[in-house]
T-cell receptor, first 111, second 117 residues
């Protein structure tokens, strides 16, 4: 059973465009992380959201945690080629050490 | 400030051989997680360890796979009698004590890419 559904699976856009990727679940998470992974490397933590409705900004990236803590979104403004990569969301349940990962959104930003 | 280290980065084994993957967590981190990733997929949890203890191995195959995190030295993921289906990237992550289960922020190593011929 896939607990975290990410959409879209693939996204190819031109430099300067905006985009949103989604991470949805029927389960409640105590915290949710977003990671970015480049080919041949491990995931790099971008942000953690823990409070329902929370919004966090990281330069041109805006992360939102749903009110019910079941879903999240990542919005990128004016995408750049350096944003290219695999974006992964991961959720943690209360008192669980492991994280459950979505299958990711592969983003390609063309110059 | 060294991050999570994994070695080897690439490992080639023939069917039936053993594969040993090593992970040194970040300094001060006592929690280690192992994940497996197939191409263009997310990470699948395998096992969660603290020093000398396996906390959660619900994602580990029942046979041929084992993991340890001794008091001294790196964490080891061991795969016996490898088969072609074991070919994947294996990632280790670590976290400091006290955060697990609440914020669960994990810091990943660069991975070991296992190829079984």
């Amino acid at each position: 059973t896939q607990l975290l559904e990410q959409s879209p699976q693939f996204l190819s856009i031109q430099e300067g465009e905006n985009l949103t990727v989604y991470c949805n679940s029927s389960s409640v998470f105590s915290s949710l992380q977003w990671y970015r992974q480049e080919p041949g490397e491990g995931p790099v933590l971008l942000v953690t959201v823990v409070t329902g409705g929370e919004v966090k900004k990281l330069k041109r990236l805006t992360f939102q945690f749903g009110d019910a803590r079941k879903d999240s979104s990542l919005h990128i403004t004016a995408a750049q080629p350096g944003d290219t990569g695999l974006y992964l969301c991961a959720g943690a349940r209360t008192n669980a050490g492991k994280s459950t990962f979505g299958d990711g959104t592969t983003l390609t930003v063309k110059p | 400030n060294a991050g999570v280290m994994q070695n080897p980065r690439h490992l080639v084994r023939r069917r039936g051989q053993e594969a040993r993957l090593r992970c040194s967590p970040m300094k001060g981190h006592s929690h280690v997680y192992w994940y497996r990733q197939l191409p263009e997929e997310g990470l699948k949890f395998m096992v969660y360890l603290q020093k000398e203890n396996i906390i959660d191995e619900s994602g580990m195959p029942k046979e041929r796979f084992s993991a340890e995190f001794p008091k001294e030295g790196p964490s080891i993921l061991r795969i016996q009698q490898v088969v072609r289906g074991d070919s994947a990237a294996y990632f280790c992550a670590s976290s400091p004590p006290g955060t697990s289960g609440k914020y669960n922020e994990q810091f990943f190593g660069p991975g070991t890419r296992l190829t079984v011929l």
